[in-house]
């Protein structure tokens, strides 16, 4: 039998990676393509993935929207340094959740990727963040189905059906071992063991919960089954993740980067995040991933800047403030700028032929609010790079009755071949 290669193989030679052409041996198997097929996704079809990224203290309006819409806008002082990818992305204005009012100025934050209405309040319960909503669409089809990362603290925007909170990883040190460094036999052994424990765990109760159903109301028996049919959704999944742990894991051309001591450094721990998306998407190991930039209220390592973030987000207009919160967010946009340049420079073979990172690879930044100074979270900025889309623009909704940003999430679904047509708050799919 001949050796299958990766369609995503690269030859790798001091830190360059150049692309191969398309082979023969790149054309999965058929029980790869069979695996795909239960997905719906086309086997010989590019991967489509999904980052989205959260600046939680927002990003100030005035240096980021351009007055034009279109194709022919000026430039603003943030959308400069993405200059050169301008035809690869889009900006939009007049997007939002509704009713978002909640228990503080900042709740928003955790319904960013959710829509839920009134974050916070008395009786509040998230509901299905995107990333969790396509992780169960597509599956084990990656060795991680989806991934949260965050800038800092375990706190992510990504919510289970059930409401819970998905933990971020904030460690890029601790991402690259789990992505990259393979295990020792005991780690994997005892990998394996938690997953078996789970899985008896589960079939032990539906023991239990037939002997149950002898006893109970046809309501009951009916509330019980929708239960256990959730728990026997679990179950799948531990066989699924089962089957990728005696999977070797890539190998690449990198080294483990070290974590950032000083907390206060979010610019360098975006950064540090940044560099590792390239290789996540590059090696296929997860298609859907989150960033959440979290807010602070310490003073970055950035010159000129002396006052801490959060206080600098309620500049009130004060220039001097305003001064200095450009300064972060420009570094922020920096950053974006130079995912975005990453993913681009990259190739990637598959069996249509060669295309970017990019191409494949949607990249939503913006916020979960659009004037931090006043916690308004109307007319959020949001930004949108890659994908098969026709960038290039100001997409601009109206500022005051806002289109819903769940559509954009629903376009965004539709993009990666999925059957979705509503989520969240979504009225309809955006097209542009």
């Known amino acids: 039998m001949k050796r299958q290669l990766n369609r995503r193989t690269f030859l790798r030679a001091a830190g360059v990676a150049v692309a191969l052409p398309a082979l023969d041996a790149m054309v999965p198997d058929p029980a790869y393509a069979a695996t795909l097929a239960h997905f719906g996704i086309k086997p010989d079809a590019p991967a489509k993935r999904m980052i989205m990224i959260c600046a939680s203290l927002g990003l100030h309006g005035k240096s980021l929207f351009p007055d034009a819409t279109g194709k022919d806008y000026k430039l603003t002082?943030?959308?400069?340094?993405?200059?050169?990818?301008r035809d690869d992305f889009t900006i939009f204005s007049g997007l939002s959740h509704p009713d978002q009012s909640g228990a503080d100025g900042h709740s928003s934050q955790m319904t960013w990727l959710t829509s839920a209405r009134h974050p916070g309040l008395g009786g509040f319960r998230n509901s299905i963040s995107v990333d969790q909503f396509v992780r169960e669409k597509l599956g084990y089809v990656t060795r991680y189905p989806s991934i949260a990362l965050a800038?800092?603290?375990?706190?992510?925007?990504?919510?289970t059906s059930g409401g819970v909170m998905v933990p971020a990883e904030y460690r890029p040190s601790v991402l690259f071992e789990k992505l990259f460094l393979a295990g020792k036999p005991w780690e994997i052994e005892r990998q394996k063991q938690r997953l078996d424990d789970g899985r008896s765990i589960l079939d032990s109760l539906g023991g239990q919960a037939n002997r149950l159903k002898r006893r109970i109301s046809r309501a009951d028996r009916e509330r019980l089954d929708e239960y256990f049919s959730s728990l026997r959704?679990?179950?799948?999944?531990?066989?699924?993740?089962?089957?990728?742990?005696?999977?070797p894991k890539p190998a690449i051309d990198a080294e483990k980067p070290e974590d950032i001591k000083e907390a206060s450094d979010v610019i360098g721990q975006?950064?540090?995040?940044f560099d590792l998306l390239p290789l996540i998407v590059q090696t296929d190991s997860s298609r859907v991933i989150t960033i959440l930039i979290n807010g602070r209220s310490d003073v970055p390592p950035i010159d000129g800047v002396t006052m801490d973030h959060h206080n600098l987000s309620h500049h009130g207009q004060d220039e001097a403030k305003l001064k200095q919160l450009t300064k972060i967010e420009n570094e922020l946009m920096k950053s974006f700028g130079g995912l975005?340049?990453?993913?681009?420079?990259?190739?990637e073979a598959h069996a249509t032929g060669e295309t970017s990172l990019l191409d494949n690879t949607m990249v939503m930044f913006g916020s979960n609010l659009g004037n931090a100074n006043a916690h308004d979270t109307k007319n959020l900025p949001i930004l949108v790079a890659g994908g098969d889309y026709q960038h290039g623009q100001h997409v601009a909704y109206d500022t005051k009755a806002n289109t819903p940003l769940c559509n954009l999430f629903v376009s965004m679904m539709q993009e990666m071949n999925l059957p979705v047509d509503s989520f969240g708050s979504s009225t309809g799919s955006l097209r542009w």
Do not use: C
């Open 77 to 85: 002082p943030y959308l400069s340094h993405l200059e050169d990818h």
């Open 151 to 159: 800038t800092g603290g375990q706190n992510s925007q990504s919510y």
């Open 233 to 247: 959704s679990a179950e799948n999944h531990f066989n699924e993740a089962r089957q990728w742990i005696d999977k």
């Open 270 to 273: 975006t950064k540090l995040l």
């Open 340 to 347: 975005v340049g990453q993913l681009k420079s990259k190739q």
